[in-house]
């Protein structure tokens, strides 16, 4: 994507090249020994490289063809000068400099373009020999070091601690952990813990609180299903799962920073924030004028089952979509704490993949989450994930009544958590995700997106073109054919009468995901919002684990090394533009790159709905959705 060298990098070339010899053109002419002449050379010569290239790429210049112009004109005309200068009183010719120069500009591009490509085939070799032809799934490599690192708690702090790491919110002090220009807090609690008597309860306020705790460790996971694919089958797991964590520049700033919050993926049942891919230290490293957040909600059937026909089940009113009201709780919390942190409690944007992704697309039709937000950017999730219906959840109470052999509500409150994770893992094909219940999510979202439900906020959609295997990868090939089996009989009936061989199964489902994201885009553009869709296209290096939303949030995030343990290389020329674009999104500004604003990136603009940017080998382009979507028909 990025040239090696531009027309900008030479006119910086022929400045520079000028202070190389008037250095030591002058520094000789006045008697200096050979070092200092060497010593000026170069001093004037980084100087006028360092002045010219923040000229030549700036902003006022790049942005207009005719200011680019202009200013080439005026270095070719003063070199020209320098140069007659320089022969005519000093007896030296700034041409063999600048042929120095050239050899330099061309030179160094060159050598770090091939000594990257060796870093890649190193990388993409032992990501090969662990996945072979990724057949069986992601394989992750986690010794017994990291497990135990991963798995290590926070504690309260009764003595001495490190104050500049420290942040006081309402609900307690938090010590986090500087490494390099990055603090991290991790493990904060954003409610009660719902254990005991607040097991199946929607989430509680935390009291108030001027305890000082540590924030150097991930909370919790979830309990949830574990599947072969699933890296969090390493973290320890716990019904008290309610916790978030902050990632924040060191560099303190009086300005308050627009807040990105991390939503994981799972398809409901399994995933967490202690999955490298969740991490956004690599973001914030690169941005450091945003602060990033992500937080675990409970799963599977902690978070979305239907007790209402249980007897004694009155008392859990909420279970139906506990785990999109511990969302809310999230985003609650940070709209009120996050600017202790250095946080714009009004400029907070939303992020998900997959289930996160279907989570957003709710909470924007969602009375209660009004205000918690004002943009967000999903991939690979949309309302249709939140189309069950209540007699799914009511089915999932009964059946595990059935297997823990219990009758009231009284006795599924007694159950011990491991007994819960058994049965869990053994419905894991019939557990439903959040319902449209008319209460907390709209009956038809799509209709409360026409009325202007979510037109306050902002929306990038992104559509995966091989996600399907992603999905495989995490669940394994038997889930995931039942998986598939049971997708296409939801589907039309005058569709599955075609439907023959179960190789053209997931191609059918991943057309329905298609047109599912294509149908959100257009219903929120129809109902005030502005869209912008963004098409994922890149080939896997590995095809049967794909390439979809995991590579997708990793190059947004530019978590490399998460996408490496994950089967995948990171194209980082990519990874940066979408990095810029993001960005912009965050900060509110236009969705443009102007030529060179990322070096050896030509202008490009990302055009909103009904157009499309599409991502295919390392690459962008802008086009409309309709050409696109004229195959994708069902």
Known sequence: ?????????????????????????????FGWPPLACIVASFALGIALEEIIDRI???????????????????IVILFLAAHAAAVKWMGTSLMDYLLEEFAYVVGLPILGFFFNLLIRWYRIRKIRS???????????DVDDEEIEEINQQNKPISGEYDTDCAVKTRTGVYVGEKQGKIISYLGIPFAKPPVGDLRWKAPEPLPSSETVYEAQNFGPSAVQVEHKGDILKHHRQSE?????????????????????????????TFSGTADPLMYGDGYIRNHPDIIFVSFNFRLGIFGFIDFSEVPGGEACPDALNLGLLDQIAALEWIKENIAAFGGDPERITVMGFESGAASICMLAACGRAKELFQKAFVFSGSPEYA????????????????ET???????????KTSVLKKTAQKLWRNLPGPTCDGKLIPTDIYRAYKDGAASGIAFILGVPGNELPVIRSFIGRQNYDELIAAAVSDLRKSITDSISSLESKPELVEKWLTLGMHRCAATLNEGGSRVHLLYWDEKPLIQNLGSGSVDAVAVMLGNDEALQIYGNVMNK????????????????NALKLYTNEIRGVDAFTWK???????????????DTIEDNMAEETL
């Open 1 to 29: 994507m990025k040239k090696l060298f531009t027309i900008d990098d030479f006119a910086v070339a022929f400045v520079s090249a000028m202070g190389y010899g008037y250095g030591e053109a002058i520094s000789k002419l």
């Open 56 to 74: 030549a790429f700036s902003k006022t210049v790049q942005k207009k063809k005719e200011n680019r112009i202009i200013t080439y004109a005026v």
């Open 130 to 140: 662990l996945y072979g032809d990724g057949s069986k799934g992601y394989v992750f």
């Open 240 to 268: 008290d799962c309610l916790y978030l964590n902050i990632c924040v520049s060191a560099e303190n700033t009086e300005e308050k920073k627009p807040v990105l919050v991390m939503f994981h993926h799972g398809d409901f």
């Open 387 to 402: 189309y069950e219906t209540p007699e799914a959840s009511r089915t999932l109470a009964e059946n595990l009544m059935k």
């Open 405 to 415: 052999g219990t009758a009231t509500m009284t006795e599924l409150m007694q159950l």
């Open 573 to 588: 020329d990519l990874s940066e533009v979408l990095q810029g674009f993001l960005h912009k999104f965050i900060q509110g």
């Open 608 to 622: 909103p709905f009904p157009a499309v940017i599409m991502v295919s080998e390392g690459k962008l382009q802008c």
